[in-house]
């Protein structure tokens, strides 16, 4: 195979895995995707030549690149970051595939190992700092939630390893035409690749026309005031910005209205946490309840707290100018009721390059280019356990800021402590009017399939919407318009079991990967120790 037509390859499998992402993609293609790139491998692997992580890298830099663009629109130092890292990433897995196949199998079998490997790495990819978990393979499904309902059992990841049985079976039938091997066998493959399609298709959609959600309504008021993060957010008095959220709300907002909903920094204010009684915004939304009886009111905020004497401050602590001590900034969510004091929770979920810069001590020197987007910036401090809000008159909630909302497991974790709803507040204004904002409000679909938890969803800029427990969005918002919606969502108590379970099929292929990883290398050292007798 020439080297022309391996490069050719690459690009095909890059060029499909963007072809089938949401929100505009031919979702079917990522049932074919890799297997070009796998089809490179096998080349190289046969005829032992080298080159394997650079084909690959090829392939994840243009399925990043033309997915995840937008990303340049609110700084290109975090997009260049962003595409070369995560490309870089998966190619070291995918490198560690090959070289295991071909110590453990000879390259003859073995790419199941690719499934095992790919899923372990999209696990711990979600729970390290420089966490980018945008692509997982199982969000490529957010736009066609009636073909996933059975991820309230297995979690985006069981469509992660959906997709990953099916290229591989796909490869093995290439293969067996390539090889002459025996028409019984390829029909074998194919029927069961058929099989493997249509019957989680089956399931899911029974349970979709079967699902009936329990009458348990809460009455929720979203409000989007479309404030410009660029122009506008952070040079308009904070007074202005929380005006305009509050005679938004009022449109709808009613006696009977149970949640107020505010979006991620709808709150400009410097808020110190140890004063919270200080706070101008705080004091005028607590007048505003007055208008509601039923109501309590959710909003994003930036805080500040003062480290004690006593605690180690880490990587995300700051230094006051004048007096040497230490204080923490936090991207944080209130949930705030007349008479009955704030809860706090801070976000847990960074994002990387914006609100965290690892301190390890390779990465330490770029701590100090923490991409600005105005407001704080730098490494923030944050939450390490998720976090429910506990109303005295309404029903318990998540509080989920921004990008908390990719990650499946942390979200059960939070509706694990009670909560009967989901809401998300963001600003997806900084990427413009491009995939990014529309790819966010569809794995909100996925939480809520994940959890049969309804969710409410304020954006800043758009889009707002309310999705039920089924994934279906049952009202949304117009991009860049100021906007107020109302909707009566049912909580809902009864716990998945993926709530329950999180990640279970993750910590499985994470056990598995580690013992063949120490094999393979254990079996590699011992045939070259052979080799050199």
């Given at each position: 195979?020439?080297?022309?037509?391996?490069?050719?390859?690459?690009?095909?499998?890059?060029?499909?895995?963007?072809?089938?992402?949401?929100?505009?993609?031919?979702?079917?293609?990522?049932?074919?995707?890799?297997?070009?790139?796998?089809?490179?491998?096998?080349?190289?692997?046969?005829?032992?030549?080298?080159?394997?992580?650079?084909?690959?890298?090829?392939?994840?830099?243009?399925?990043?690149?033309?997915?995840?663009?937008w990303i340049w629109n609110s700084t290109p130092m975090g997009a260049i970051m962003a595409f070369v890292l995560n490309s870089l990433f998966i190619s070291i897995v995918f490198l560690l595939y090959h070289h295991s196949k071909k110590a453990l199998f000879n390259n003859k079998k073995g790419a199941?190992?690719?499934?095992?490997?790919?899923?372990?790495?999209?696990?711990?990819?979600?729970?390290?700092?420089?966490?980018?978990?945008?692509?997982?393979?199982?969000?490529?499904?957010?736009?066609?939630?009636?073909?996933?309902?059975?991820?309230?059992?297995?979690?985006?990841?069981?469509?992660?390893?959906?997709?990953?049985?099916?290229?591989?079976?796909?490869?093995?039938?290439?293969?067996?035409?390539?090889?002459?091997?025996?028409?019984?066998?390829?029909?074998?493959?194919?029927?069961?690749?058929?099989?493997?399609?249509?019957?989680?298709?089956?399931?899911?959609?029974?349970?979709?026309?079967?699902?009936?959600?329990?009458?348990?309504?809460?009455?929720?008021?979203?409000?989007?005031?479309?404030?410009?993060?660029?122009?506008?957010?952070?040079?308009?008095?904070?007074?202005?910005?929380?005006?305009?959220?509050?005679?938004?709300?009022?449109?709808?907002?009613?006696?009977?209205?149970?949640?107020?909903?505010?979006?991620?920094?709808?709150?400009?204010?410097?808020?110190?946490?140890?004063?919270?009684?200080?706070?101008?915004?705080?004091?005028?939304i607590n007048l505003e309840l007055l208008k509601y009886s039923n109501a309590s009111l959710v909003t994003g905020a930036t805080t500040y707290r003062t480290l004690s004497d006593e605690e180690t401050p880490t990587n995300a602590a700051r230094s006051f100018n004048n007096t040497g001590g230490k204080?923490?900034?936090?991207?944080?969510?209130?949930?705030?009721?007349?008479?009955?004091?704030?809860?706090?929770?801070?976000?847990?979920?960074?994002?990387?390059?914006?609100?965290?810069?690892?301190?390890?001590?390779?990465?330490?020197?770029?701590?100090?280019?923490?991409?600005?987007?105005?407001?704080?910036?730098?490494?923030?401090?944050?939450?390490?356990?998720?976090?429910?809000?506990?109303?005295?008159?309404?029903?318990?909630?998540?509080?989920?800021?921004?990008?908390?909302?990719?990650?499946?497991?942390?979200?059960?974790?939070?509706?694990?402590?009670?909560?009967?709803?989901?809401?998300?507040?963001?600003?997806?204004?900084?990427?413009?009017?491009?995939?990014?904002?529309?790819?966010?409000?569809?794995?909100?679909?996925?939480?809520?399939?994940?959890?049969?938890?309804?969710?409410?969803?304020?954006?800043?800029?758009?889009?707002?919407?309310?999705?039920?427990?089924?994934?279906?969005?049952?009202?949304?918002?117009?991009?860049?318009?100021?906007?107020?919606?109302?909707?009566?969502?049912?909580?809902?108590?009864?716990?998945?079991?993926?709530?329950?379970?999180?990640?279970?099929?993750?910590?499985?292929?994470?056990?598995?990967?580690?013992?063949?990883?120490?094999?393979?290398?254990?079996?590699?050292?011992?045939?070259?120790?052979?080799?050199?007798?």
């Amino acid at each position: 195979m020439k080297t022309s037509l391996l490069i050719l390859f690459s690009v095909l499998s890059g060029l499909l895995l963007f072809a089938s992402w949401p929100v505009d993609g031919f979702t079917p293609l990522i049932f074919i995707a890799l297997v070009p790139l796998l089809l490179v491998q096998q080349y190289l692997g046969d005829n032992n030549k080298k080159g394997v992580f650079w084909y690959s890298w090829l392939t994840f830099l243009i399925w990043n690149v033309l997915t995840t663009w937008w990303i340049w629109n609110s700084t290109p130092m975090g997009a260049i970051m962003a595409f070369v890292l995560n490309s870089l990433f998966i190619s070291i897995v995918f490198l560690l595939y090959h070289h295991s196949k071909k110590a453990l199998f000879n390259n003859k079998k073995g790419a199941f190992i690719l499934l095992i490997y790919w899923i372990t790495w999209e696990f711990l990819h979600m729970n390290w700092d420089l966490t980018w978990s945008w692509l997982n393979l199982g969000n490529v499904f957010a736009t066609k939630h009636t073909w996933i309902q059975w991820y309230e059992y297995t979690g985006s990841l069981g469509g992660t390893l959906w997709v990953l049985t099916v290229n591989i079976i796909v490869f093995e039938i290439v293969r067996c035409i390539q090889l002459k091997i025996s028409s019984i066998r390829i029909a074998s493959l194919i029927i069961t690749t058929i099989i493997i399609i249509v019957v989680p298709l089956i399931i899911s959609f029974s349970i979709y026309n079967g699902y009936k959600e329990k009458e348990i309504p809460v009455e929720v008021v979203v409000v989007q005031p479309n404030i410009d993060p660029y122009n506008d957010q952070y040079s308009m008095p904070f007074s202005k910005i929380m005006d305009i959220n509050l005679d938004l709300a009022s449109k709808l907002a009613t006696p009977t209205t149970n949640y107020i909903v505010f979006p991620e920094s709808a709150i400009q204010e410097e808020i110190w946490e140890g004063y919270l009684d200080k706070s101008t915004s705080i004091r005028n939304i607590n007048l505003e309840l007055l208008k509601y009886s039923n109501a309590s009111l959710v909003t994003g905020a930036t805080t500040y707290r003062t480290l004690s004497d006593e605690e180690t401050p880490t990587n995300a602590a700051r230094s006051f100018n004048n007096t040497g001590g230490k204080y923490y900034a936090f991207n944080t969510a209130f949930l705030i009721e007349k008479q009955s004091g704030v809860q706090i929770h801070h976000k847990s979920k960074l994002t990387p390059g914006v609100e965290i810069m690892p301190s390890w001590w390779l990465l330490k020197p770029f701590e100090r280019f923490a991409i600005d987007l105005g407001g704080t910036t730098g490494t923030l401090g944050r939450e390490e356990n998720s976090v429910a809000f506990f109303s005295n008159k309404n029903e318990p909630v998540s509080p989920i800021i921004c990008y908390e909302s990719v990650y499946g497991e942390f979200v059960a974790n939070s509706v694990k402590l009670g909560s009967g709803l989901i809401f998300v507040i963001t600003n997806d204004g900084w990427w413009g009017n491009t995939p990014g904002y529309k790819q966010h409000l569809m794995f909100s679909v996925l939480r809520s399939i994940e959890t049969r938890r309804s969710v409410a969803r304020a954006a800043n800029t758009g889009v707002s919407a309310f999705i039920n427990q089924r994934g279906d969005i049952i009202d949304q918002t117009d991009y860049w318009v100021p906007a107020v919606i109302k909707a009566t969502l049912n909580a809902n108590y009864k716990m998945t079991y993926y709530t329950i379970n999180g990640d279970y099929i993750a910590r499985g292929a994470t056990f598995i990967s580690s013992l063949l990883i120490l094999i393979s290398f254990t079996q590699g050292f011992l045939r070259k120790r052979k080799s050199l007798v």
